[in-house]
Protein backbone atom coordinates (compact mmCIF):
# COMPACT_ATOMS: atom_id res chain seq x y z
CA UNK A 1 0.00 0.00 0.00
CA UNK A 2 1.46 3.46 -0.62
CA UNK A 3 2.08 5.98 2.25
CA UNK A 4 -0.64 8.21 3.01
CA UNK A 5 0.80 11.48 1.60
CA UNK A 6 1.80 9.39 -1.72
CA UNK A 7 -2.55 8.74 -2.04
CA UNK A 8 -3.46 12.44 -0.89
CA UNK A 9 -0.47 13.89 -3.73
CA UNK A 10 -2.69 11.50 -6.28
CA UNK A 11 -6.18 12.01 -5.33
CA UNK A 12 -5.19 15.95 -5.39
CA UNK A 13 -3.97 15.59 -8.96
CA UNK A 14 -6.96 13.39 -10.22
CA UNK A 15 -8.96 16.13 -8.75
CA UNK A 16 -7.23 19.22 -10.38
CA UNK A 17 -9.44 22.05 -10.32
CA UNK A 18 -12.54 20.64 -9.50
CA UNK A 19 -13.37 22.21 -6.05
CA UNK A 20 -13.25 19.80 -2.87
CA UNK A 21 -16.85 20.18 -1.79
CA UNK A 22 -18.05 18.90 -5.70
CA UNK A 23 -15.65 15.82 -5.49
CA UNK A 24 -16.46 15.47 -1.42
CA UNK A 25 -20.22 15.66 -2.35
CA UNK A 26 -20.09 13.41 -5.33
CA UNK A 27 -18.54 10.40 -3.44
CA UNK A 28 -21.33 11.09 -0.33
CA UNK A 29 -18.07 12.14 2.28
CA UNK A 30 -17.34 15.47 3.93
CA UNK A 31 -15.19 17.74 2.20
CA UNK A 32 -12.82 18.06 4.85
CA UNK A 33 -12.71 14.33 5.23
CA UNK A 34 -11.63 14.55 1.34
CA UNK A 35 -9.17 17.04 2.95
CA UNK A 36 -8.15 14.91 5.40
CA UNK A 37 -7.39 12.12 2.84
CA UNK A 38 -5.08 14.76 0.49
CA UNK A 39 -2.97 15.81 3.09
CA UNK A 40 -2.41 12.28 3.95
CA UNK A 41 -3.37 12.45 8.18
CA UNK A 42 -6.65 9.64 7.51
CA UNK A 43 -6.96 6.81 5.24
CA UNK A 44 -10.35 6.10 3.69
CA UNK A 45 -12.29 3.19 4.58
CA UNK A 46 -12.82 0.53 1.61
CA UNK A 47 -16.21 1.65 0.84
CA UNK A 48 -15.44 5.06 0.88
CA UNK A 49 -12.14 3.87 -1.56
CA UNK A 50 -14.33 1.95 -3.83
CA UNK A 51 -16.15 5.35 -4.50
CA UNK A 52 -13.10 7.51 -4.73
CA UNK A 53 -11.67 5.14 -7.81
CA UNK A 54 -15.08 4.54 -9.72
CA UNK A 55 -15.80 8.56 -9.32
CA UNK A 56 -12.09 9.22 -11.05
CA UNK A 57 -12.54 6.10 -13.46
CA UNK A 58 -9.45 4.20 -12.01
CA UNK A 59 -9.19 1.18 -9.46
CA UNK A 60 -8.71 0.72 -6.71
CA UNK A 61 -5.66 -0.55 -6.78
CA UNK A 62 -4.08 1.72 -9.06
CA UNK A 63 -5.50 4.21 -6.87
CA UNK A 64 -4.43 3.15 -3.33
CA UNK A 65 -1.42 0.24 -3.84
CA UNK A 66 0.49 1.11 -6.89
CA UNK A 67 -0.76 -1.68 -9.07
Not at 12 to 21: D, F, S, V, W, Y
Request: aromatic content about 8%.
Amino acid sequence: MLSGKEIGNRLKELRGKTPAIVVAEAIGISRSALAMYEIGARMPRDEVKEAIAHYFGVSVGALFFNE
